[in-house]
């Protein structure tokens, strides 16, 4: 019985020396990376206040008289960059505000902001160099197109192994009480500090923090196209997924600075050139009103003779579009989140909760905090592992020889399965240790190789 009980120890501590190993790895390669997507979104995540500020000097406009009709201001905007289509128009419940119109000028988007009096422009600007845009882009493609979608892809899937193996390392097996469990032990010294800060922080913020990541998985490039093939093959042939799994599929998509990924967003309609009657959004501006949309609301032309009215808010749960006759302004179409297929409810609804905006401000103080401790755990872990790493070592947890748990192997292959990513990199880092790493003496001693 003894050889077994140590056969036994001894694969716990091979396991546990493993799940270090990737925890550490992961956490090295992670920890850039969730840097900067926390900043970028935790700055996302109060898009409506950072947007209101941005614009404050764009509303209430003091002016004497009435402001002109919003068609004439329309046509004004289009004039203005040489006759291009209109895509939509904000409707703002202040006449007072400058009229914000989004225009396409040969494929490129634009947001003019008309004067409603004097009808001069007082800003014309390119949607994607908004800066919200600026952030997204940097948020979902680190401003490098495909092969940045693919390394964020790449950095939250690794972002969920670190998650779960730290939690693993967390688990309290030989602790005398709950000091440095769920609250960080002060007068230990400087090392224990960090170690406790770090893994406390860790244990608070794990299961949020994984929430962020897994709902974020349906925008990913790799992931997110295998999940809307998987969603496609549910649905009939003619219904359509309500996100797109890629920022080119996105814009492609959408036409439309409020669109979140393409989902939930009113469709971007037909569009109107400087030879459309615009007419019709003048008497159609109260019916709109009256719909009592969520804010913000647009309109844009959709056919013959018909607008489309809908709720851009961020909580994509509560945005509805109607389909309006400009005649009669009677409601021809409405559709809301009630009318979505239940996987589009469950991706509508993670996404919302991932932006902040599910359930108001305590939604975006969970983003918040969440934040912060991926921050907290980022600094910390850098911390321990530069005061401690050795000079001439990277300072990886040693690798012991031997076979690991066989429950462990399941889990593996089942992870790298979901995460198709991680999987395929995994592979690769094997293969790459095992072939050439590991005959390379210094970088063998250095990797911790032994």
Known sequence: MEPAANNKARRRIIDYRMIWRWHFYAGLFCIPFIIILTLTGTTYLFKPQIEAALEAKYNNLAFDGA?????????????????????????????HDALRVTLNDNGE?????????????????PLDERFMAVIK??????????????????AASWAIV???????????????????????????????????????TGIYISTFALILL???????????????????????????AEWSSSRAEDKQQTKDDHAHHGQGAPATGMGADMGTDLTGIDALLPAVRA?????????????????????????LTARRTVTLSADTGEVVKQTGFTEKAVMDKIVLTAISLHEGHLFG?????????????????????????????????????????GKTSRGLLPIIVFTAVFLPVMGISLILIALLERFVLRRIAPVKDYLGLN
């Open 214 to 240: 897994l709902s974020g998985l349906p925008w990913t490039s790799v992931w997110g196209t295998g999940f809307k093939a998987v969603v496609a093959a549910t649905k009939p042939a003619a219904a359509k």
């Open 109 to 125: 988007l634009y947001r003019l902001y008309v004067h409603p009096q004097s009808l001069d422009i007082l800003k014309a600007q």
């Open 67 to 95: 402001p002109k009709p919003v068609s004439q201001q329309i046509y004004t905007a289009m004039h203005a960059m040489h006759g291009a289509s209109l895509t939509q128009v904000e409707i703002r419940d202040d006449p």
């Open 137 to 154: 882009n940097i948020h979902g493609e680190l401003t490098i197109g495909g092969l940045g979608e693919v390394i964020v892809e790449l």
């Open 361 to 401: 401000w305590f939604n975006q103080l969970l983003g918040l905090l969440t934040a912060l401790g991926l921050l907290t755990l980022s600094v910390s872990a850098v911390i321990m592992w530069w005061s401690k790493r050795p000079a001439d070592r990277l300072g990886a947890p040693v690798k012991f020889d």
């Open 291 to 315: 719909l009592d949309l969520p804010t913000p609301v647009v309109i844009k032309p959709d056919g013959d003779r018909l607008w489309q009215a809908g709720s851009t808010t961020q909580n």
């Open 162 to 200: 670190m998650i779960m193996t730290g939690l693993y390392l967390w688990w309290p097996r030989q602790a005398s009480g709950w000091a440095g469990v769920l609250w960080p032990r002060l007068n230990g010294g400087t090392r224990l500090f960090w170690r406790d800060i770090h893994a406390v």
